[in-house]
């Protein structure tokens, strides 16, 4: 039995988001311990792209506001985003003294939902 999207058209595939142009995502979020010193969140933030994002090929968006959440996803020409990325991020994220409740959510469709 062919599945629909093997039928489909590499183009139509692609824009479509589906088969090999499937994206995944992951949520994460974590709230501050305390009142934290607005120098040591912005010092927390960038070590936190530095090296748990792009030093993975990874990219995110989001930040600080109440709290600390955002959305990351794979980079341009890296390897599709995996659970490993997901504990890589979260241990990352869990060894912060400014944060506690660190959540990492599941991989998730990137284009799901955007109809």
Same mark, same amino acid.
């Given at each position: 039995?062919?599945?629909?999207?093997?039928?489909?058209?590499?183009r139509?595939?692609? #824009?479509?988001?589906?088969?090999?142009?499937?994206?995944?995502?992951?949520?994460?979020?974590?709230?501050?311990?305390?009142?934290?010193?607005?120098?040591?969140?912005?010092?927390?933030?960038?070590?936190?792209?530095?090296?748990?994002?792009?030093?993975?090929? !990874?990219?995110?968006?989001? #930040? &600080?506001?109440?709290?600390?959440? #955002?959305?990351?996803?794979?980079?341009?020409?890296?390897?599709p985003?995996?659970?490993?990325?997901?504990?890589?991020?979260?241990?990352?994220?869990t060894?912060?003294? !400014?944060?506690?409740?660190?959540?990492? #959510?599941?991989?998730?469709?990137?284009?799901?939902? &955007?109809?």
């Amino acid at each position: 039995m062919i599945r629909a999207n093997e039928r489909l058209h590499r183009r139509t595939k692609k #824009g479509q988001h589906v088969a090999q142009f499937q994206e995944f995502t992951f949520a994460v979020e974590a709230r501050f311990r305390g009142a934290p010193d607005k120098d040591k969140l912005f010092a927390m933030m960038d070590d936190f792209i530095d090296i748990a994002i792009e030093g993975n090929g !990874l990219v995110f968006g989001g #930040g &600080l506001s109440d709290a600390f959440s #955002g959305w990351v996803s794979a980079g341009a020409g890296s390897p599709p985003l995996g659970d490993e990325h997901r504990a890589l991020v979260g241990a990352w994220l869990t060894q912060q003294t !400014l944060l506690e409740d660190v959540v990492v #959510g599941p991989l998730k469709d990137a284009w799901d939902d &955007l109809d």
